[in-house]
C-alpha cells in the first residue's frame, strides 16, 4: 500500500474504533465502572464528527511516524524550532473543556500573573505553579509530534494546518473522554 491509502486505512480503523469505545462506555458499561462525573454524554452526531476529527489527527501523526521511522534519531535532535513549536502547542492544548469552552495552560498562566490582586496570594500562586506543571507536561507530550511535522513536512503553510489539525484532535479527545460538561451555581 502507498502512504495515501495507509493513511485513509488508519483513519477509517480509528474513527471506527473511537466510536465503538465511545457506544461501549456510553451505553454498555456497568454504570459504576464509569468515572463520576455530572458531564452529560454528547449527541451521536457530534461524536462521529468528533470521532473523525481525532482520527484525522491520529492517522496523520500515524504516517508522518511511519514515513520518518527509520531516521528517528535525527527527527527527535532538539532545534530551536521543534522545541518553541512543542512550547506553543502545550500552552494552547485545551486540559478540560466547560460549557464548550477550552481551558488551555497559557491562559491558566496569563490569568495567575495578570490578577494576583483579584485572589489570594496562596492561591494565585497555586494557580501559576499548576498552569506551569501542566504546560511543562504538555511541552513534553508535543515534543514527538512537533518533531515529526517539522522535519517530515516541508512547506509552512502545510506544517501550520497539521498543528491546527491536531489542536483540534486534542479538543475533541478531551470532548469525547469528557462529555458536556457545563459549570453549574
Sequence with gaps: MNGTVKTRFYLLTTGVFLVILWVYFMFL?????LPNTSADPLALPVVLCLSALLAGALASLVSLFTSNRHRLRAVLRPS?????????????????????????????????FASPFQM????????IWAA???AGALTAIWY????????????RTKRVALFALLWWGAYAALLLYS???VFQL
Design 29 to 33: 458499561a456497568p454504570r459504576h465502572a
Design 80 to 112: 530551536l524550532g521543534r522545541v518553541s513549536a512543542a512550547f506553543v502547542m502545550g500552552m494552547l492544548t485545551p486540559f478540560a473543556v466547560f460549557s464548550g469552552i477550552p481551558w488551555i495552560a497559557g491562559g491558566l498562566l496569563f490569568f495567575g
Design 120 to 127: 489570594s496570594f496562596w492561591g494565585s500562586l497555586t494557580m
Design 132 to 134: 506551569a506543571v501542566g
Design 144 to 155: 514527538l509530534p512537533s518533531a515529526l511535522i517539522i522535519s517530515g513536512v516541508k512547506s
Design 179 to 181: 462529555g458536556h460538561e
